[in-house]
């Protein structure tokens, strides 16, 4: 368990707007040298400024987590500028909507790609240096509350489907690396004011034409993303296994375990 963020290096994907941006200052204000990472380099290269500027020792890269080896390239690149990674925020990934039923295999493929091995690539690239290092650490894996609680109305089941699996791999993973002194958490946002509505612009044009998602009404009120990178950064310092963003968190997961639990009684 880490038990404080002062010259510890920190590496986010994601990290050139939203909920990233907000984790990568976060970081840095708790001491951290921080490689934002991103697909979209200018936004990484903004983001690395506003910390350059506010004092931190920063790295800007872009980097696309869907593909292993540049993920790889991101971590020997990592340690040899700014040293032994102690903390991974997993953060990057998409959003679209549709059918399961009838959704292109194109669709599953760019939403897994990122949300779901754009995770695994980062734990492989960043967990066995953090082991051989032997100083602890701590990795963050972006889910979502529709990871725990999918809205059952709406159209996102492949972004749900990706998230539950984050959470079910991210929960694996806390237990595997207890052992190392490597704590892993599951952040579980609610609704967050970012850009992933307009996810499809990252979208590869192998994979076809992107779409944009109509933004649903309770985002009219959705969270400031600069009030979820303190929570991540005292969830790591608590080593909190999941990290939620929203008052709507509690009565979700009660709605959902109620659901499951009455198929459980009537069984028994």
């Known amino acids: 368990m880490l038990t404080s963020l002062t010259s510890r290096v920190a590496v986010v994907t994601g990290g050139g707007e939203g909920i990233g941006r907000a984790i990568s200052h976060a970081l840095a204000a708790a001491g951290a040298r921080v490689a934002v990472a991103d697909i979209d380099a200018a936004a990484a290269e903004r983001v690395a400024r506003e910390l350059t500027d506010a004092g931190a020792r920063v790295l800007a890269a872009r980097v696309d987590v869907a593909d292993a080896a540049a993920v790889e390239a991101l971590a020997e690149r990592v340690e040899r500028e700014l040293g032994p990674v102690s903390v991974l925020c997993n953060n990057a990934g998409v959003l679209l909507e549709g059918p399961l039923v009838e959704s292109p295999l194109e669709d599953w493929q760019w939403v897994l790609s990122v949300n779901v091995m754009g995770v695994v690539h980062g734990v492989r690239a960043f967990a066995p240096r953090m082991r051989a290092h032997g100083q602890g650490g701590h990795i963050v894996n972006t889910a979502s509350m529709a990871g725990l609680a999918p809205r059952l109305e709406g159209r996102a089941g492949i972004y749900a489907a990706s998230k539950a699996a984050v959470v079910g791999y991210t929960e694996l993973l806390r237990a595997e690396l207890a052992r190392d002194g490597i704590g892993v958490s599951a952040l579980c946002p609610s609704t967050v004011a970012t850009r992933i509505w307009e996810a499809s612009r990252n979208r590869p044009a192998s994979l076809g034409p992107g779409r944009n998602v109509p933004r649903p009404p ?10 979820v990178g303190p929570l991540v950064v005292h969830g790591i310092l608590e ?17 959902r375990f109620e659901r499951l639990l009455r198929d459980a009684r009537a069984q028994a």
């Open 218 to 227: 309770r985002a009219t009120d959705a969270l400031d993303p600069n009030a």
């Open 239 to 255: 080593d909190r296994a999941y990290i939620y963003t929203g008052d709507d968190a509690e009565p979700r997961l009660q709605d």
